[in-house]
């Protein structure tokens, strides 16, 4: 470790330059970059610190009700939250700015940033989410006896087979951790064979299923009528839903559509849309109703989660542009189908298990969305089953979180 800690730092001082420049060419800037060398205000945290890593913004969000749980039943203790990335960044600041006590840059991974780091946070625990491997971070914890544990743990097949390779390196490494927490069998699997001790990992199922249904009544007076509800949908998005509505709604008179803008500003563009099809449509927050409207827009804020019970199925915005999707286990959570563009990038492993268990569908374009759309208010069989499959996938992946927050009290 200490010939990796040598190398490690020479490299990056040569790389430094070089990168820089690159970055700069591109139009970008160098984000944190003082943050990741150790210079920060130091934070006045006290002895009792629990720390939680997401790399990027699929890791910060699936941390969410995790660190809410955290805040609850220990509420003695700060919370530091740290990103790699600068998109990680202002998601946790915007997610966790009441909550956390503290939110930074994970260092880099040299021996200068990592000791620096670990002087100013003196974390009492360190939940690394998914599998970052950092080795001399690893190293020092250890050295430090700061208990480090992996949670949420994946590995790709790419990466299993790239470690793989250099697993006389990497189980030096995982030695470090006092604990790997794997999502799935084969992701436990995968790490045992890149040097993992089989003691110290175990399956834990995934974060991003131990979300709860709301306990709050929803009537929109939408009777038997069947309603659809394309959520958090972005710009582009109203075109193509209202337009796909408008076509089924001629073969299927008893839909009603739910659209939620993910931003509010854009209410008026929905109106706008609304009227051009000449169908009925009103305002949640002037309390209409499906009794006399095909479309209600909801211009409300926080009620989205909560409306998904009511649905038929859902579309899942954010989807069919560069945003990379949104969270679709809000449907699923009730047990209802739920179908999206192809971008959702910040979702992308929650989509892989739900599309393999069929339980969600991604669609390449419109006329793919309106023909899944069509099977599941046309075709009763495929509809239940894609019920029935969401019902399943959360008895398989739920109970993490308790997981978690029990190993939290063996140490704490």
Not at 147 to 167: E, H, M, Q
Not at 307 to 331: D, Q, R, V
Request: aromatic residues 12%; hydrophobic residues 40%; proline residues 3%.
């Amino acid at each position: 470790m200490f010939i990796y800690g040598i190398l490690s730092t020479i490299l990056f001082l040569f790389a430094l330059p070089f990168y820089s420049l690159i970055r700069a060419i591109n139009g970008k800037f160098l984000y944190g970059w003082d943050k990741k060398l150790g210079f920060f205000d130091s934070p006045n945290l006290g002895s009792k610190v629990i720390m939680l890593h997401g790399v990027s913004v699929g890791e910060v969000i699936a941390l969410e009700n995790l660190i809410k749980e955290i805040k609850k039943t220990f509420p003695d203790y700060k919370i530091v939250v740290t990103t790699g990335t600068k998109t990680g960044q202002d998601i946790a600041n915007k997610k966790y700015e009441n909550i956390a006590d503290f939110i930074t840059y994970f260092p880099f991974d040299i021996p200068f940033c990592v000791r620096k780091f670990l002087n100013r946070i003196q974390p009492s625990v360190i939940l690394i989410a998914e599998t970052e491997l950092w080795p001399t971070f690893a190293f020092h914890c250890r050295r430090r006896n700061i208990p480090l544990y992996v949670i949420n743990g994946r590995i790709s097949d790419a990466t299993f087979n790239a470690y793989k390779f250099f697993k006389f390196f990497f189980k030096h490494v995982l030695k470090n951790y006092t604990e790997i927490l794997t999502q799935s069998e084969e992701d436990r699997d995968k790490l045992i064979k890149i040097g993992a001790e089989p003691d110290k990992t175990s399956v834990m199922k995934n974060l991003k299923f131990d979300i709860k249904k709301s306990d709050e009544i929803i009537n929109l007076e939408q009777g038997k009528n069947r309603v659809i509800i394309a959520g958090s949908t972005h710009q582009g998005e109203d075109e193509i839903i209202i337009d796909t509505f408008s076509k089924l709604k001629k073969q299927f008179p008893d839909i009603k559509l739910l659209l939620a803008p993910r931003h509010l500003q854009r209410v008026a563009h929905a109106k706008e849309l609304a009227q051009e099809t000449n169908l009925s449509y009103g305002f949640r927050s002037n309390k209409d109703t499906f009794k006399n409207n095909d479309i209600i827009i909801l211009d409300t804020i926080g009620e989205l989660s909560k409306m998904y019970s009511i649905c038929h199925f859902a579309f899942i915005g954010g989807s069919f542009n560069k945003t990379g999707g949104h969270n679709p286990l809000e449907a699923i959570v009730y047990d209802k189908p739920v179908l999206s563009g192809p971008n959702v990038h910040n979702f992308r492993d929650i989509y892989h298990i739900l599309t393999k268990a069929n339980a969600a569908k991604v669609v390449k374009n419109q006329q793919e969305l309106q023909n899944s759309m069509q099977d599941l208010l046309g075709n009763n069989s495929i509809y239940e089953q894609m019920c029935q499959n969401s019902i399943e996938i959360f008895k398989q992946h739920q109970g993490a979180l308790n997981i978690v927050i029990d190993k939290l009290k063996n140490i704490l």
